[in-house]
């Protein structure tokens, strides 16, 4: 239940009401005061005063001062005139109702148009200092651009000018020669430098005002252009000049963005070429010369030089392992073999040599002589003379002039038909 | 890297636009006129000439020559004045020289390279430099060679790889150093980054050097003096400038150095009223105008007593993005300063004026 505040103490004149609210102790702002054109009510928890006014104020105007526990009331009246009382005597219950309400729709009212109003405004203002800012910018640019066109229409000018100069020079230049040719054809014709001077003299004088100063240009041209043409040197004799590139192994053209991974491409290839085949744990405990197949290979000679044939055979056998691609390892095996008679062995290895051999080309003729002479050898041994002759037949026709393979193969025809003979 | 200031910057005012119906390799002014030709490859493969004519805001053609090879470079550098004949460089090896009033017929012709030539330049002619008018060629073949139009059939230099040596593609030649009728220097870039200095008159090697990036271009900042300064722009942005006034016995030539931007720099050329001030094309589209400053001493003495050049610095005039195409050729008009054209693969040519040069 509000409690009502009633100690209000009122003044009038003929256009404004004063009202003297004191408040008990209450603290009151601008939140706790509503009123409307007919309605006024101040409301401060519990506290509660409210009035129904007796005659409409403008309560857009009106004012209300919060101080000293008081609050103090301006109201401006709509119509200029005495009001009998503060408040409307007949204060019927339901009409006092029925005015708060309409009261407050109509203030509420207003504040929905207050807030439209500002807003159509702020917009409005925005728009205005959009296009500002627009028209500036376009009077910047439009200012770069004429100083733009002014420059290149002075530029343009210029350039007419210019060419027109070009043109007369031209001109001047086509009568010039014209000139230069009966001055020679005259002197040619009738080698007397009193006739010569005879014709220049007219010529100059017919001239004088215009051509006179390319004239003069044109006869010293004339002149030095014979005399720079008696000064030309003879051509240069010929030589050549033996160039050195800086190496580089990709055909392309070098960049310095691509450096890096070229570099990484050309150390993968060479990893690559060394180590085939590495992922055996033994290789581990091998020194870094045991893991290259060429050394390996070259160690496999020596034994084999010096007879330790099961040694070469260890040695060609890890480089192989390393990197079956060399022939060269298998057919040095294939000779280890022979020597320790293990002739099936050899022939394996030979077979193989030859594999790898393809494409036949002189730079591995001797290798597949060697490889063919060594299966012919062990076939042989093995008594299968047919084949061996077949080999022996091939080494020939690689080196058709090697006196031992004919001698080889002629002996062993022999024995063919000896045996076919026999048997 | 100090800049000119706001409206006292030169400004490249693009003139004309000419869009073209074949790929456009090179383009020269014509000396003493305002004329240009456009040397280049038609969509079928051969060779197409044409000669422009300034003619208020458009260029107007005024001849159209067709070669049974494409053209990939020409140079008047090696005429006369009065006769001002092109030589070019074709796609199959062949160096030509053109009468253009007369062009179904060489004036001069041999097959000079196995390969395309990527580069041509001229001297002693046009009145400029003394001595012989010689053209040097370079190709993919590795070898460079200068020809005298006075000789038929062989060169009177060849610089070819020493015999076994995978060649290495040569990209760019210049000429320099023909202050006097003896003197003459060739210098010539390599894919490889290779650049090299050839010394006719003693005819060696006279420096080398590799700038780690494949050579685009090179250019002496004038061919008739004493070689002052070299400009060498290659792949990846960057572009060298060499001072070549005192050649240090191991360490070379002293030099400054500049990425300009990440695409390759097509071009270098000088302009040829002040030889301190140079424009690059990349392969962006765009060009860059700079300009070299000499320190203030131009050689000091190392720990040894030898002398060593000292470079000096660069500063970016001007630039400009024409095209989204690489700006493939460059040329200064000698006539008139801050004329210029130049030619992209987006087989445009356009003609430039680079104004307020005078105050630079």
């Known amino acids: 239940m509000p409690v009502w505040l009633r100690e209000h103490s009122w003044r009038q004149s003929l256009t404004a009401v004063y009202l003297s609210l004191p408040l008990r102790g209450a603290r009151a702002t601008a939140a706790n005061i509503f009123c409307s054109e007919q309605y006024l ?9 409210e009035a129904v006014l007796y005659a409409p104020i403008d309560d857009t105007n009106s004012t209300a001062k919060i101080g000293n526990g008081n609050i103090f009331f301006t109201l401006y009246k709509k119509e ?13 219950k339901e009409k006092l109702q029925h005015l708060r309400e309409n009261a407050v729709l109509k203030a509420q009212e207003k504040a929905k148009e207050e807030t439209e109003a500002k807003k159509i405004t702020k917009q409005e203002h925005k728009k205005y200092a959009l296009e500002a800012t627009m028209k500036v910018e376009e009077a910047e640019r439009k200012r770069i651009e004429d100083l733009k066109e002014k420059e290149r229409q002075k530029v343009t000018k210029e350039l007419e000018l210019w060419k027109n100069q070009q043109k007369d020079g031209d001109k001047y230049k086509s009568i010039q ?38 004239r003069g240009h044109g006869s010293c041209s004339i002149f030095s252009q014979d005399l720079k043409e008696e000064q030309l040197p003879a051509p240069r004799a010929a030589a050549t000049i033996k160039v050195n590139f800086t190496p580089r192994v990709f055909p392309t053209a070098l960049r310095e963005s691509c450096v890096a991974e070229e570099e990484e491409w050309l150390h993968k290839q060479a990893e690559a070429r060394r180590i085939i085949n590495s992922d055996l744990s033994e290789l581990e405990d091998l020194k870094e010369e045991e893991k290259n197949p060429d050394w390996l290979k070259d160690k496999g000679n020596k034994m084999f030089a010096m007879g330790d044939y099961l040694g070469a055979v260890n040695a060609y056998n890890l480089a192989v392992r390393l990197n079956n691609k060399l022939p060269l ?3 040095n095996r294939a000779a280890c073999h022979l020597k320790l008679r293990n002739l099936h062995k050899a022939i394996e290895d030979s077979s193989k040599a030859l594999e790898l051999l393809t494409p036949p080309v002189p730079d591995n003729e001797k290798a597949r002589v060697k490889a063919h002479l060594r299966r012919g050898t062990a076939f042989c041994q093995l008594e299968l003379y047919t084949e061996g002759l077949q080999d022996y037949e091939a080494a020939l026709k690689i080196d058709p002039k090697n006196k031992i393979i004919e001698k080889d193969a002629e002996k062993i025809r022999q024995l063919i038909q000896g045996t076919t003979q026999s048997s | 890297m100090s800049a000119v200031l706001g409206p006292e910057r030169p400004q490249m005012v693009s003139h004309v636009q000419q869009a073209l119906s074949y790929t456009v390799f090179d383009c020269k002014w014509v000396p003493r006129s305002a004329r240009l030709m456009c040397l280049g490859s038609a969509a079928r493969g051969t060779g197409v000439i044409q000669l422009y004519e300034l003619h208020g805001a458009r260029l107007e053609m005024l001849r159209e020559i067709k070669k049974p090879k494409p053209i990939k470079c020409g140079t008047f550098g090696a005429t006369s004045l009065q006769q001002r004949y092109l030589a070019t460089g074709d796609f199959d090896g062949n160096l030509n020289i053109w009468n253009l009033e007369a062009p179904e017929i060489p004036v001069y012709s041999v097959k000079g390279h196995k390969e395309i030539i990527n580069s041509i330049d001229g001297v002693g002619g046009l009145g400029i430099g003394e001595g012989a008018p010689e053209i040097v060629t370079g190709s993919r073949d590795g070898t460079v060679k200068v020809w005298d139009p006075r000789q038929n059939d062989t060169p009177v230099a060849n610089m070819e790889p020493v015999q076994g040596e995978s060649k290495r593609d040569c990209w760019t030649v210049a000429f320099g150093n023909a202050y006097n009728q003896e003197e003459r220097v060739v210098c010539a870039g390599y894919d490889n980054g290779d650049i090299k200095l050839f010394d006719l008159k003693t005819m060696s090697l006279r420096w080398e050097t590799n700038i780690k990036n494949g050579v685009c271009s090179v250019e002496f900042d004038r061919k008739d003096i004493n070689m002052n300064k070299l400009v060498a722009t290659s792949l990846e942005g960057k572009f060298h400038v060499f001072d070549m006034r005192t050649q240090h016995p191991t360490k070379g030539f002293a030099s400054v150095s500049e990425k300009a931007q990440k695409s390759t720099i097509w071009q270098v050329r000088h302009l040829p009223q002040n030889r301190d001030i140079f424009m690059t094309s990349g392969g962006s589209g765009s060009l860059h105008l700079w300009k070299y400053e000499y320190p203030a001493q131009r050689s000091k003495k190392d720990s040894e007593g030898s002398e060593m050049g000292v470079a000096g610095s660069l500063s970016l005039l001007q630039n400009v993005t ?13 006539d008139k300063k801050g004329l210029c ?20």
């Not at chain 1, 009510?41 to 005063?49: A, E, T």
């Not at chain 2, 095209?323 to 200064?332: A, E, G, R, Y």
């Open chain 1, 41 to 49: 009510k101040v409301s401060i928890p519990p506290f509660l005063f």
């Open chain 1, 80 to 92: 200029p005139a005495m009001w009998d009382s503060l408040t409307l005597a007949n204060a019927d």
């Open chain 2, 341 to 360: 054209v130049c030619g992209a693969f987006d087989q445009t040519v356009r003609v430039l004026i680079v104004t307020k040069l005078n105050k630079i």
């Open chain 2, 322 to 334: 024409l095209s989204t195409q690489p700006i493939s050729s460059l040329d200064w008009s000698p």
């Open chain 1, 329 to 331: 390892l298998y057919l």
């Open chain 1, 177 to 214: 020669t014209k000139e230069e040719f009966h001055q020679e054809i005259e002197p040619l014709k009738e080698r007397k430098n009193e006739k010569m001077n005879k014709t220049q003299i007219p010529n100059e004088a017919s001239s004088k005002t215009r051509l006179k100063s390319t």
